[in-house]
């Protein structure tokens, strides 16, 4: 069975632009929940979709922003990019929504300059 | 707000030691997830443990539950260079869903 994959894996821009993330699940899997991942504050919860509907929310300003497809698919979105964005964003999927086991992607490294 | 402490933050043995990592949180988890990450990839699942006091072994590595569901520990035998990266323990809210990670310990296994 094949994992989670996302898309791209690594991506650059610049202060100001906008991005957005891709995420597949695993086959079967409903729930996808994103993660920020930086050396200094770690990995931080960033929201989870479920059957199209977004159930939890972390602590991230209103630029950051997802949507789950009715095939699982996942997207995320930060616009006004700031330094500060620069991190690995972590996407996992899992069968059932607030579920504890989770499965991770390879991650976007995105880099903002 | 949930916190889950891991400690040591760095570890850097050489092979063949034993070594321990603790998470501790001063909350009440429904249960535990142990992940393993290595540079470039996302975390990979170890273990799951939900009854307090439990133990489980996955051949050198050995994970236990608190009592109280509040703390856990990683224990490696023999720690081989193949050991080596990120170990990341996360809690699971029975309240608000998500799961809270903690900082991570970075082991460095050494030939």
């Known amino acids: 069975k094949a994992g989670v994959t996302q898309t791209p894996r690594y991506l650059i821009k610049t202060r100001g632009q906008q991005v957005t993330l891709s995420c597949s699940p695993i086959s079967g899997h409903r729930s996808v929940s994103w993660y920020q991942q930086t050396p200094g504050q770690g990995l931080q919860f960033l929201f989870e979709?479920?059957?199209?509907?977004?159930?939890n929310k972390g602590n991230f300003p209103g630029r950051f922003s997802g949507r789950q497809f009715s095939n699982s698919r996942s997207e995320m979105n930060v616009s006004t990019l700031e330094l500060g964005d620069s991190a690995l964003y972590l996407c996992?999927?899992?069968?059932?929504?607030?579920?504890?086991?989770?499965?991770f992607g390879p991650g976007t490294r995105l880099t903002v300059t | 707000t949930q916190l889950l402490e891991q400690s040591p933050q760095f570890l850097s043995i050489q092979e063949g030691e034993n070594l321990t990592v603790y998470c501790n949180s001063s909350s009440v988890f429904s249960s535990l997830q142990w992940y393993r990450q290595e540079p470039g990839e996302g975390p990979v699942l170890l273990v799951t443990v939900v009854t307090g006091g439990e133990v489980k072994k996955l051949k050198r590595l050995t994970f236990q539950f608190g009592d109280a569901r509040k703390d856990s520990s990683l224990h490696i035998t023999a720690a081989q260079p193949g050991d080596t990266g990120l170990y990341l323990c996360?809690?699971?809210?029975?309240?608000?869903?998500?799961?809270?990670f903690g900082q991570g310990t970075t082991l460095q296994v050494k030939p």
């Open positions: 979709y479920f059957s199209e509907t977004q159930r």
């Open positions: 996360a809690g699971a809210s029975s309240n608000t869903g998500k799961l809270i």
């Open positions: 996992a999927s899992s069968r059932q929504a607030s579920s504890y086991e989770q499965y």
